[in-house]
């Protein structure tokens, strides 16, 4: 099974930017498509952005367009989460995903990561 681990997460104030990391074991990573998600204390886990294998971005959510930027580096089997104009409402654990397909995200997925903690606040 493929793992992931995420980095990048910490405190930040409203406004500011910080940039997550995802690495992933294995070889299956660049046949994949990955996705970011968050939750927040008391909420439910909600999806962020996700990307496929290519590196075309398939999503974004509403709350992050304009914001957030999933990337990724095949080479490094690493997926990135560039988070700007930070907003307090973006504090959450944040993790990444591998999806069962190369495309799409909607078959699922096949692995998680730990997660990381993103705190905004002044």
């Known amino acids: 099974q493929v793992q992931l681990v995420e980095s990048g997460g910490g405190l930040v104030q409203p406004g500011g930017s910080l940039r997550l990391s995802c690495v992933a074991s294995?070889?299956?990573?660049?046949?994949?498509?990955m996705a970011w998600f968050r939750q927040a204390p008391g909420k439910e886990r909600e999806s962020v952005a996700a990307?496929?294998?290519?590196?075309?971005?398939?999503y974004y959510a509403d709350s992050v367009k304009g914001r957030f930027t999933i990337s990724r580096d095949n080479a490094k089997n690493t997926v990135y989460l560039q988070m700007n104009s930070l907003k307090p409402e973006d504090t959450a654990v944040y993790y990444c995903?591998?999806?069962?397909?190369?495309?799409?995200?909607?078959?699922?997925?096949?692995?998680w990561g730990q997660g990381t903690q993103v705190t905004v606040s002044s």
């Open positions: 990307i496929n294998w290519s590196g075309a971005p398939i």
């Open positions: 294995g070889r299956t990573f660049s046949t994949r498509a």
């Open positions: 995903a591998l999806a069962k397909s190369g495309w799409t995200v909607r078959d699922g997925y096949d692995s």
